[in-house]
Each structure stands twice: as C-alpha cells, then as structure tokens.
C-alpha cells in the first residue's frame, strides 16, 4: 500500500452535474488561461479513511478546520480501505455536514465475485459523486475486474484517480483502452517514488495520452513537477495532499505539501493551474 519511506521522512458539493459529459481529452484539454483568479485552492486527494496499516479514520469536521487554518477553500474526499458501499455512506455524511467545502469521490472495490457497477453507477447517475478513486493495493486492475469500473468513467463524463503503485504496463494499457476516460495517475506513479526513471515514463505517458493527468500528492522528486508542467502543461497537473496525516500534526503536513507547490520556479499561472484551476475545469465546478 504505502512505499518503504515515511511521511516523517518527508516533510522536506456536492454540486449538480452539470451539461453532457464530453471527452475525457475535451475535459482535460484547454489553456491555462482557463484559470479563474481568487477563485480559492482546492485539495483533489483527501482521505475520509486511508489505506495505511491502521486504516485511519478522519472526520469531516477535522478535514475542514485542517484547510481553513491552511487556506484551502475546497477538497475532493473519500474512503478507502472498506467497501464500495461504506465509501458512499462515508462521504454522504461528509458532504451533508459540509456541501460547499467538500467534493465526493467513490471507491470502487471490484472483484470478480462482487461486482459494484451498479452502485458505483447510482450516485455517479444523479451527480452527488464527480469521480472515482481506485487503489492497486485493495484490488487487482486485471482488465475483466477493472475494465467495466473505467468504462462507467468514462459513460458519465467522471475522472478516475489511480493509485496504480507503479505499475507502468497497467497504467499504459487502462490510457490507450479506455481514451474516453479521465485518468489520474496518484502521486505521479508511485508513492514517495525516488525512481526518476519511472516518474519520467509517467509523464511521457501524459504526453501520449491526452486522457492522463497526474496528481502530485507524495511527490519528494518536485523537480519532476517543474518538468511536467514544461512537457504535458499545468492544466493537467493537480495538487494534494493525501492527507491527513497525524505527523507532525494535520495542518503542519497540509501547509508543508502546500507550500511544496508555491516554492517551486512555476509561473503564478502554472501555480492556479495546480492548486485549484484543473481540478475545477475537470470537475465542472
């Protein structure tokens, strides 16, 4: 689930769907002069429960008091590490608590023997959820198990962010199968990835397929970030924190990978793009 290095080692709405969903190359295509200034930051990978050891648990209540004292206006949220089903009750609860400040997502857990289509389907249908989140580690992307969660995706017109723990051949075969499809790869590969080659096949992979974006939640190798943003353009790059995370406490870790992105040698428009101005053109808002 998690790589071998630490956090701690590294510390250095529900709004209605709104028109057709048009192509997920249409969805991510547009200049950056798209960005609407003042328009807020917004967190695209927050965890209601994460896929740690502990399975760790955070309230929507501590969520929000964690952005308002970091200055994020809005986060995308969902829970992992338990069924499709308890995803949805999940960030139901979240949103009804908070519907201006928080974005749900929900969690496919295919498998061969339980399919979750239907429910999946269901709240991508009405528009409560804008997107799903999968994880490599809780489910296998073997194309008969994973192909029809991304085919849903793409039939509604909704992104699906990818924790794809690496695994290149994977995240090539889901881009070039499904082009209709929205697909944003986690952490720009893999978690805490110190690999330069691997981080570099991710963007080239951007580069091929208009329908990939990455999410830059986990990054250490930042100057990558710079890089991406030179090949594939800001306005298919898009911040996180993954978060929360306890160490060395909620809002220390969010302002730290907050201020990853504003200390990088980007343009203040490449800077929008990241921490809000992608996510919102994708998600419609």
């Known amino acids: 689930m998690r790589g071998t290095m630490t956090r701690r080692k590294w510390l250095g709405n529900a709004a209605a769907f709104v028109g057709a969903a048009g192509t997920a190359a249409e969805l991510c295509a547009g200049s950056p002069e ?28 501590t969520i929000v ?40 997502y929900v969690y496919a857990l295919p498998h061969y023997e339980r ?16 997107g799903i989140k999968i994880h490599a580690g809780e489910c296998t992307l073997a194309s008969y198990v994973i192909d029809p969660v991304l085919k849903v995706a793409g039939r509604r017109g909704v992104p699906c962010l990818i924790d794809c723990i690496g695994r290149y051949d994977t995240a090539e075969r ?34 091929t397929f208009p329908n990939v974006l990455l999410d830059l939640s986990g990054v250490v190798l930042v100057e990558k970030i710079v890089e991406a943003a030179k090949r594939i353009g ?15 406490d909620t809002v220390a870790f969010a302002r730290t990978e907050l201020e990853k992105i504003q200390r990088l040698e980007l343009s203040p428009e490449d800077k929008a793009n990241i921490l809000g ?4 053109r994708l998600l419609r808002l």
């Open 115 to 130: 399919p979750v289509i239907k429910e999946i389907d269901s709240v991508l249908a009405d528009g409560r959820f804008r």
């Open 277 to 280: 101005g992608t996510v919102r």
């Open 65 to 104: 008091e964690v952005m308002d004292r970091v200055g994020i206006d809005r986060s995308v949220v969902f829970a992992m590490s338990c069924t499709t089903r308890r995803s949805i009750e999940m960030a139901e609860a979240a949103v009804r608590k908070y519907p201006e400040r928080l974005i749900p």
């Open 234 to 248: 800001s306005h298919r790059l898009l911040w996180g924190t993954d978060g929360p995370h306890a160490k060395p």
């Open 174 to 207: 889901m881009a070039r199968t499904f082009p209709d499809t929205t697909l944003i790869y986690a952490h720009m590969g893999r978690y805490l990835c110190r690999d330069a080659r691997l981080i570099d096949r991710f963007i080239g992979l951007a580069e």
């Open 34 to 61: 798209g960005v609407e200034n003042g328009a807020g930051i917004i967190d695209s990978h927050v965890h209601l429960k994460h896929g740690d050891a502990a399975r760790t648990e955070y309230s929507p209540e």
